[in-house]
């Protein structure tokens, strides 16, 4: 799973670094992630992973970390299993 | 605030008030590419998760991009004047209306009540685009600490 998030992150996520190498934990809005490539990030993620983010989710948090990402698309997977 | 007389040096902590009331703001900017491949690569997906439906029918017309992008940084900025960066922000419960040529900001659901609790009075919204960027910026008045 993180291995498909950092593939939408490299297609999408418009950042600085190239998202392969950077650590789970490190901060993408730090590595130039911005609220707007987010959303982009948050579209092919329902694409990728057939799931939809619920209001509830939509937070700067979310999207914070390769780590933060793999947690809410988990939870989110496992919901519509 | 502090002052040292010898050298004639002032500093002051401004007040996050006037008259009691406490104002707060909020700016972003947007890159009007990134919203034009949001749209390219997403199409209506993209425009119904963000922009309500009136704000949608607000920006038709030859310049629907930079529209979108300055709703889009009016978003973010009310996200900022709310100051609490772990709430959720539904895109569509902020929707940018507008009263002749000054754009309004109206709020819905958990962010009404969220601006309600926070002591939301009035707000003033200022939207602007070049070529590149539009940008936004919101002034929020709330009711005085208690």
């Known amino acids: ?81 | 605030m502090t002052e040292s007389l010898g050298k004639a040096t002032i500093t002051v902590t401004i007040p996050g008030e006037v008259d009691g009331r406490r104002v707060r703001v909020g700016c972003d900017v947007a890159a009007i590419d990134e919203v034009q491949e949001s749209l390219a690569t997403f199409g209506d997906r993209y425009l119904r998760k963000v922009f309500t439906a009136s704000e949608i029918s607000d920006c038709e017309g030859r310049n629907q991009v930079p529209r979108l992008a300055a709703r889009f940084a009016a978003k973010e900025a009310v996200i900022k004047a709310f100051a609490e960066p772990d709430m959720p922000f539904p895109w569509r419960e902020m929707e940018v209306t507008r009263d002749g040529p000054l754009p309004l900001l109206r709020l819905s659901g958990t962010l009404a009540e969220r601006a309600q609790h926070q002591g939301w009075l009035s707000s003033s919204l200022s939207l602007s685009h070049a070529d590149c960027h539009a940008m936004a910026v919101v002034v929020v008045v709330c009711s005085p600490v208690e």
């Open chain 1, 1 to 81: 799973m993180h291995n498909q998030i950092r593939e939408v992150l490299a297609a999408h996520g418009r950042m600085a670094v190239d998202p392969h190498e950077v650590d789970d934990q490190a901060d993408l809005y730090e590595l130039g992630l911005t609220s707007h490539a987010s959303v982009d990030v948050m579209l092919a993620l329902e694409d990728e992973f057939d799931i939809e983010f619920p209001e509830e989710v939509l937070k700067k948090s979310t999207f914070a970390s390769v780590h933060n990402i793999a947690q809410v698309v988990e939870g989110l997977v496992k919901l519509s299993a």
